[in-house]
């Protein structure tokens, strides 16, 4: 269903959805923009870019944005990017603070698909105690991206929260998750061996359009969205506030037509009394949302973080106990991020290969000691690709993998939701298989100049034709 494609095509399948959007077919938007009917219909086709000038004139007379115009590149055509480890020593620089060498960093595989920033990052700073006061750690400021950080010898995890520093001393295998714009800082304990990190930095569902949005509200407006989460009831009260408000109901209606009794409504509304099940799946009907959009996730983070050690990881065989391919060992996570999962995946030697998917983007680390063979499924083509100890991988979401080697190793992988997870999921579910295609690549305009039977002939009803295909029409 949805077949690969040219940049340019989705650029013009990205145009005609916008046009499409507008109420404008090619001839009205040729108009609009002062150019050529045939001009418009060839960058619709995907066979020629839109000019800056067009671009110009789009912006100055559409209410529309540069940025609607650009498709994503996609860098992993072939569903897998590898990057090998000369690569990512060529990206090497040394950062300091306070005037000394603080980190090594280099770059591991990344694809413009994806919202994922892994780092290897050395230690440089030698540590003599696990004091979270030592005046030689040099703190960052945070950073907008939350941060799954992967141990590797004897590393010091400094984090502050609410104004306390912490101090953790973490060995290899240990891992941490932590929220965005929290100060943290690492130290080696042990200048007789490597103390690395690979520090898998990654963006939620504010990066991108939402954070954009922001940008225009501007601060005052921006932080009236933030319920109190140090408070669930209060949380929750305000997430119902906010529902009640966007449809500016008034209380009575809402305890009349839910059947609660208004006095406990209004306790509920503010915080003081917690509606039972029943309660609340009515209070939904009537707001006439899912229940599960009035529902404040419970935080699992401690002073901002979520730390585990190795020995505590759960662990599991896959795919059964009994012929194992992969030992599994699920790293730090929480509940704020439920479409990021970290694991430790250690490839077991002389197994079958067991096949995974997820609709997950996916990186990966060889760990080491061995090589591990990556074998994936691109478009019904088999690909495998021999990963070295030290190099790394990003697999795109639902393509079929596995992992196999001549000996044990161990895999670090971070998944990662992208745009389709939680609501757009159910969004793109609602929207369905078929129509989904056109939320792809749009193909056509949304009516028939000729009249709705118009190309009964060439389609079959409710069939859609794929990007390409159309694009060339
Ligand atoms: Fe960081």
Known sequence: MLQQTT????????????????K?????????LGVSEDLVHEIVAGERPITREILDKAVKIWPVNERDFFPLHDDAAEGVVVMNKSQ????????????????????TAMSRVAMIRPEWIKMLQIVHDNDP???????????????FTYFVGEVNYYYE??????CEPMNTGDSVFGLPFAKHSFGSRNPQSPALILALTYGGRLVGDAQHELGILGD?????????????????????RFHAANGSYSCEYLATASGIKKARLKKAL??????????????????RVPVRDLLVPQLDTSNGVSIIHHKDAPSWMLPTEEQPSYCMRELAGSRVTPYSKSLEIEVLPGSTPHQLETGTHQYGYNLGPAPATLGWICDSVRHSQVVQPEESFFIKPHIPHWFEGQDTTRLLILRVGGKIVG?????????GKESLSRVVAETMCWYNEEGSHHGDHVSEPGHVLAGAEAAVR
């Open 270 to 287: 503010s915080g003081e009394v917690a509606l039972a099940s029943h309660e609340l799946q009515a209070l939904a009907d009537t707001l």
């Open 161 to 166: 929260w609410n104004g306390r520093k912490f």
């Open 220 to 240: 005052e407006s921006a932080c009236k969205y933030v319920l109190p989460m140090d408070n669930a009831m209060e949380a929750h009260a305000a997430l119902l």
């Open 423 to 431: 609501d757009a999921l159910l969004e793109a579910s609602i929207v």
């Open 88 to 107: 990512s020593v060529a990206s090497s620089r040394v950062l300091q603070r306070a005037g000394r060498d603080y980190y090594e960093y280099r770059d």
């Open 133 to 147: 006061l030592n005046p030689n750690v040099e703190w960052n400021n945070g950073h907008f991206l939350f941060q």
């Open 24 to 32: 404008r077919n090619e001839a009205a938007a040729a108009r609009d």
């Open 7 to 22: 940049y340019l095509q989705r650029a013009g399948a990205t145009f005609l959805a916008l046009i499409n959007d507008l």
